[in-house]
């Protein structure tokens, strides 16, 4: 299955600013996929994107505050902007593959 | 409504043991039932997928029992064992639409020696 890289794998941010997280995958893949998952809880959808397209965004989040790039199959990044504390999470990077949907290892945040 | 509810929300199993994780769901679309395994500080791993047209699919001493007409699928851990503790994650699809995946709440697992 595909081999999903992350940076940072974590970080402590100001209130206020802003973090890109990256994602890079071992092969190509058609859709990347953006998650959330707050402390102690499941995974939330924040968009899916297609290289060549605009990012689709879940109910709840919007381009202006986790805007993202996809520049070509294999690269993405996330952007947090203008964060608080209540971005404080993990964000998972997720692709789907021959052998089902992988994630990678997270970037835990942490807005201070 | 694309929704996937899990029970329990907590599981405590003695080593050996056989826990059960159920999950429920509602779209009759999904097409694709994953389950996850996530241990602290890492990304959910997928252990076991099963398709709607099988009812049952082993994988080492993981087994996943699909029930299509309650709309209904569980995992089991065979022999469980302490290095099994983490929280597991079901999760539902419509893979031939590469639809996303819709998770279920989790159940944290421990296994007691």
């Known amino acids: 299955s595909a081999v999903i890289s992350q940076k940072p794998s974590r970080d402590i941010c100001q209130r206020g600013t802003s973090l890109t997280i990256q994602c890079q995958v071992d092969?190509?893949?058609?859709?990347m996929f953006w998650y959330r998952q707050q402390p102690g809880q499941s995974l939330t959808l924040i968009a899916t994107a297609n290289q060549g397209s605009e990012a689709t965004y879940e109910s709840g989040f919007v381009i202006d505050k986790f805007p993202i790039s996809r520049p070509n199959l294999t690269f993405s990044t996330l952007t947090v902007s203008n964060m608080s504390p209540e971005d404080s999470s993990i964000y998972l990077c997720?692709?789907?593959?021959?052998?089902?949907?992988?994630f990678g290892s997270g970037t835990r945040l942490t807005v201070v | 409504q694309q929704q996937v509810k899990q029970s329990p929300q907590s599981l405590i199993v003695q080593k050996g043991g056989i826990p059960i994780i159920n999950c429920a769901y509602e779209n009759t679309a999904f097409d694709y039932f994953p389950w996850y395994q996530q241990f602290p500080g890492k990304g959910p791993a997928l252990l076991i997928a099963?398709?709607?047209?099988?009812s049952e699919k082993k994988e080492g001493r993981f087994t996943i029992s699909f029930n299509k007409s309650a709309k209904q699928f569980s995992l089991h851990i065979m022999d469980s064992q302490p290095g099994d503790s983490a929280t597991y994650f079901c999760a539902a699809s419509i893979k031939s639409g590469n639809e996303k995946l819709t998770f279920g709440t989790g159940t944290r697992l421990t296994i007691i020696p």
């Open positions: 997720s692709v789907d593959t021959t052998y089902g949907y992988t």
């Open positions: 092969s190509q893949v058609t859709m």
């Open positions: 099963i398709r709607p047209d099988v």
